[in-house]
T-cell receptor, first 112, second 113 residues
Framework: QKEVEQDPGPLSVPEGAIVSLNCTYS??????FMWYRQYSRKGPELLMY????GNKEDGRFTAQVDKSSKYISLFIRDSQPSDSATYLC????????????FGTGTKLQVIP | DADVTQTPRNRITKTGKRIMLECSQT?????MYWYRQDPGLGLRLIYY???????NKGEISDGYSVSRQAQAKFSLSLESAIPNQTALYFC????????????FGEGSRLTVL
């Protein structure tokens, strides 16, 4: 079993839809939770990060962490064609050795 | 200009050849990483370095070696390339803050025939 599980998609939605992307994990030591966005032929770029449980909002993006369920989500409101990309969840433990474990990524396509 | 620059961006080589992928950064970060990305497997850590004198193996280091020539330069070598090393390779950097935020280059696509 992988430490981090993520549905690979692809996920296709119409413009303006609310998108929900999710990951589950098995390592209870994870403290930092991140979402990276990767456009085609580009490197991943950090989109959101949260520490421990709770919600974080940034514009149209909301990240949620539920440590009790070992489940994290990224919501995209009013999705735009420019949101079409692969979204990777990532997690790391607190301090020291900075090993980041990535999900396999979910490919999202927003149809105009 | 990109903060994290990888060269070459694309390379096709033959089995048994030695290949070097180079990474340089202008972000001033101490920590540098090499990852490979494969469909269905995601990003996997090959090697990482917290400073010039510190080199550590990641989860899939067999068949690879690295060199940290300076704070800003971190190279990945494949001494004798094999077809299952065909992948997209990413260099990344990070500040020493410990949150896990990584800054990636644009990737080097390597094909081993």
């Amino acid at each position: 079993q992988k430490e981090v599980e993520q549905d690979p998609g692809p996920l296709s939605v119409p413009e303006g839809a609310i998108v929900s992307l999710n990951c589950t994990y098995s390592n209870s030591a994870f403290q930092y939770f991140m979402w990276y966005r990767q456009y085609s032929r580009k490197g991943p770029e950090l989109l959101m990060y949260t520490y421990s449980s709770g919600n974080k909002e940034d514009g149209r993006f909301t990240a949620q962490v539920d440590k009790s369920s070992k489940y994290i989500s990224l919501f995209i409101r009013d999705s735009q064609p420019s949101d079409s990309a692969t979204y990777l969840c990532a997690m790391s433990q607190y301090g020291g050795y900075q090993k980041v474990t990535f999900g396999t990524g979910t490919k999202l396509q927003v149809i105009p | 200009d990109a903060d994290v620059t990888q060269t070459p961006r694309n390379r096709i080589t033959k089995t048994g050849k030695r290949i070097m992928l180079e990474c340089s950064q202008t972000k001033g970060h101490d920590r540098m990483y090499w990852y490979r990305q494969d469909p269905g497997l995601g990003l996997r850590l090959i090697y990482y370095s917290f400073d010039v004198k510190d080199i550590n193996k990641g989860e899939i280091s067999d068949g690879y070696s690295v060199s940290r020539q300076a704070q800003a330069k971190f190279s990945l070598s494949l001494e004798s390339a094999i077809p299952n090393q065909t992948a997209l390779y990413f260099c990344a950097t990070a500040p020493a803050s410990g949150t896990g935020e990584l800054f990636f280059g644009e990737g080097s696509r390597l094909t081993v025939l």
